[in-house]
C-alpha cells in the first residue's frame, strides 16, 4: 500500500518546551490510523504542523504524495479540537462557505451539501443557524463540510470527545463507514484506547512529543511472553504451591484467583490442577490490550 | 480566488454592521436633498443670509453633503468594525482556522477579504450617489458640479481602500477585535494630535484646539487628511497629491505587512 502521510523529524517548540519532538508517522492508504497518547503528548500540536496551521521549527511532510504546503491539503480534510462555525449564519450557509473554499459552486455544490447533510442526518436542521446546535450535532457538521469535497484522507482530532456514550457510538460508527464504504484513509487522534482498538487497524503511541511505538494492534498486541491465564479456584494458595514451577509461573494471588502465566495450552493448566486434586471454577485467557501496551510504552 | 471573494463577499454583507452601514447610506443620501429643499423653502436665514443665497440650488449640493456626512468617521467606523470582524474576529473564533485548511494558500484568503470590504464600502457609495443624486436632480434639475463629486467618491473609495488595509494589518497583528478597534482610535487620536503638533510648529500659533477636527490644518500626508481624500477636491477644500500618494503607500504597505504577518501566523 502507498503512503498516505509521511512525517519526517516533524519538531515544533513551545518557549524551551518541545510539544512535538523529532516526531516520525507513517499513514498508508486505507489505514483507520490511531494517533494515540495521553492528554499534552502533542497530538493537536502535530496535526496542525502537519496541516500546515501552524509552523514548524524542522520537518517533512508528504500528505498524499504532495509536499507543497498548498497543493497537498487537496484531498483532506480535517476536524482540530472543537470545530468552529460562523455560529450567526445557518449550517447550510456555513457549508456554502467552506465549499467555496474548497472549489465548489452552482449546483454541483448545492448537491455536495444535500448528500453530507443527508450522510449525517442534519437534513433537517440545516437551516437553522448553528449557534443553537449541541455539541454531537456540531461534530456531524463538522464532518459533513469535511466530506463535501470528497476528500481521501481526514485527520479527526479527538471526534469522541465531550460526546455522551450514543454520540460516541454514532461517531465510531460513522469513522468506521467512512473508512470501509467511502475508502477514506483515516488518522484519528484520541487517549481513550478501547475506542482506538474499535475502529483502528494501525497504532502509533505518542508522549512527550515523540513517537513510542508504531504498529498494527495485532503487532502491538502480540506479547513477547508467554499467555497469562485467571484461574478460580476454591483453594488457590494451595493449588500455587502445588503447581510445578518449571511450567507455570504465579503471577499473583488475590482471595481465590490466580493469575498464572505459561506456554502450555489451557487445556494442560485444567488438567494438571485437576491431577493435582483442585477443581477450577474459572479458567480464562488474560486478553492483552492496547491499554496494556499504552502502560509499557508510557513507563 | 473568484470563489474566495464571493465566499467573503456573501459573509460579509451577512454581517448586522455590513447592513446597517448600507441603510445609514441610503439614509443619508435621502436625507440630505430634503433636508436642502426644506431649508430653500423655509427660507431659513443662516448666519443673516438667506438659505437661497447661501447654497446654490444645484443636484450635486446635497450629494456632497452627504458624502461629507459620511466622511465624518461614520462610514469609517464601521469599516474598521467590519475589517476587524473579518480577521481578528475569524482568527478569535477559529473559523479563520476552518478555512485556512483548505487548499489556498493565505494571502489569497486576506486579498478576498480586502476586496470584500471594498465591495462593501463601493455598494454603499453607489447607493448614497444614486440616491442623493436621484433626490437631487428631481428637486433641483440636471446643473450641477458633477465631475467634481464623482471623483469626489471615487477618491473616497481610495481613501477606504488605505484605511482597510491598515485595519487588516492591525487585525492581524492583534488577533483580538477590541484592540483593533482600540488600536485604530488611537492611531487616528495621535494622528490627529501629530497634524495639530506640526501645524503648531509651522505656523508659529500657540493657541490651536487639538480636538476640532480640521482637516485643512492636518499635514496632507497624514491618516486623517487621507480620510478626506474624497473631500478635497470638493469646493472650499484643496487637493494635495502629497495626501494621494500618502493614500497609496499606506494602502500598500499596510497590505504587505498584514500578508507577510498572516504568512507566518500560527492558526490554531
Ligand atoms: N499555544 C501553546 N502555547 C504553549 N504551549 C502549548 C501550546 N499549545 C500546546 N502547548 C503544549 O504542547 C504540549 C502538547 O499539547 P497538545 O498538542 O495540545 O497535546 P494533545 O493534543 O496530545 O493533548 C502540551 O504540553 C501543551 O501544554
Ligand atoms: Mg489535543
Redesign the pocket.
Given at each position: 500500500m502507498p503512503q498516505a502521510l509521511t512525517v519526517r523529524r516533524l519538531t515544533r517548540s513551545?518557549?524551551s518546551?518541545k510539544?512535538?519532538d523529532a516526531l516520525d508517522l507513517e499513514v498508508l492508504e486505507g489505514d483507520v490510523y490511531g494517533f494515540l497518547?495521553?492528554?499534552?503528548?502533542?497530538?493537536?500540536?502535530?496535526?496542525?504542523c502537519i496541516l500546515g496551521l501552524i509552523r514548524r521549527d524542522e520537518g517533512e511532510v508528504t500528505l498524499l504524495g504532495d509536499t507543497d504546503p498548498v497543493r497537498q491539503r487537496r484531498g483532506v480534510a480535517a476536524i482540530i479540537?472543537t470545530p468552529a462555525f460562523h455560529d450567526w449564519m445557518t449550517a447550510r450557509q456555513n457549508l456554502m462557505q467552506a465549499g467555496w473554499y474548497g472549489g465548489l459552486s452552482g449546483s454541483s455544490l448545492d448537491r455536495a451539501i444535500a448528500r453530507v447533510l443527508e450522510r449525517v442526518g442534519l437534513v433537517d436542521r440545516a437551516d437553522e443557524r448553528t449557534r443553537g446546535y449541541s455539541l454531537g450535532m456540531r461534530q456531524r457538521l463538522a464532518i459533513a463540510r469535511c466530506l463535501l469535497g470528497e476528500p481521501r484522507m481526514l485527520f479527526l482530532?479527538?471526534p469522541t470527545n465531550g460526546l455522551d456514550p450514543a454520540g460516541m457510538k454514532d461517531m465510531r460508527d460513522l469513522v468506521r463507514s467512512l473508512a470501509m464504504h467511502d475508502g477514506i484513509t483515516v488518522l484519528v487522534?484520541s487517549?481513550l484506547l478501547a475506542e482506538v482498538q474499535a475502529i483502528c487497524n494501525r497504532v502509533g503511541i505518542?508522549d512527550r512529543?515523540r513517537m513510542r511505538a508504531e504498529g498494527t494492534v495485532a503487532d502491538l498486541l502480540k506479547s513477547a511472553d508467554q499467555p497469562l491465564y485467571r484461574v478460580r479456584c476454591a483453594s488457590a494458595v494451595a493449588l500455587a504451591e502445588a503447581l510445578p514451577a518449571e511450567s507455570f509461573t504465579v503471577e499473583s494471588t488475590d482471595g481465590d484467583v490466580l493469575l498464572v502465566r505459561t506456554a502450555l495450552p489451557a487445556e494442560d493448566l485444567n488438567r494438571r490442577a485437576f491431577e493435582l486434586g483442585f477443581a477450577l471454577s474459572m479458567l480464562a485467557p488474560v486478553e492483552r490490550n492496547l491499554e496494556d501496551v499504552f502502560l509499557e510504552v508510557l513507563a | 480566488m473568484t470563489l474566495l471573494v464571493l465566499a467573503e463577499q456573501v459573509k460579509l454583507f451577512r454581517r448586522t454592521p455590513a447592513r446597517l452601514g448600507l441603510g445609514l447610506a441610503v439614509m443619508l443620501g435621502a436625507l440630505m436633498p430634503i433636508v436642502l429643499v426644506a431649508l430653500l423653502q423655509a427660507g431659513t436665514v443662516i448666519f443673516g443670509v438667506e438659505a437661497a443665497q447661501h447654497f446654490a440650488s444645484e443636484p450635486t449640493r446635497p450629494m456632497i453633503w452627504a458624502l461629507r456626512a459620511r466622511n465624518f468617521f461614520v462610514m469609517h467606523a464601521v469599516l474598521i468594525v467590519l475589517g476587524a470582524q473579518t480577521l481578528a474576529g475569524e482568527i478569535g473564533d477559529r473559523t479563520l482556522r476552518e478555512a485556512l485548511l483548505a487548499p489556498v494558500p493565505r494571502y489569497q484568503v486576506l486579498l478576498a477579504k480586502l476586496v470584500a470590504l471594498l465591495t462593501w464600502d463601493a455598494v454603499g457609495l453607489v447607493l448614497m450617489f444614486v440616491v442623493s443624486g436621484v433626490l437631487g436632480i428631481g428637486a433641483f434639475g440636471l446643473d450641477g458640479i458633477w465631475v467634481s463629486v464623482a471623483l469626489a467618491y471615487v477618491l473616497t473609495l481610495v481613501a477606504d481602500t488605505a484605511l482597510a488595509g491598515i485595519t487588516l494589518l492591525v487585525a492581524v497583528a492583534t488577533r483580538s477585535v477590541v484592540a483593533t478597534l482600540g488600536g485604530l482610535l488611537v492611531a487616528l487620536i495621535l494622528d490627529m494630535v501629530a497634524g495639530w503638533a506640526m501645524f503648531v510648529v509651522s505656523t508659529g500659533a500657540v493657541v490651536r484646539d487639538p480636538w476640532v477636527v480640521e482637516i485643512a490644518s492636518q499635514h496632507p500626508v497624514l491618516l486623517n487628511s487621507v480620510l478626506g481624500l474624497g473631500n478635497s477636491v470638493l469646493p472650499g477644500y484643496a487637493f494635495d497629491t502629497r495626501t494621494l500618494g500618502s493614500a497609496g503607500v499606506l494602502a500598500a504597505g499596510s497590505l504587505l505587512g498584514a500578508l507577510l504577518l498572516l504568512r507566518r501566523a500560527?492558526i490554531?
Open positions: 513551545y518557549g518546551r510539544a512535538v497518547g495521553p492528554n499534552g503528548a502533542g497530538k493537536t500540536t502535530a496535526m496542525r479540537e482530532d479527538e487522534s487517549h505518542i512529543g | 500560527d490554531p
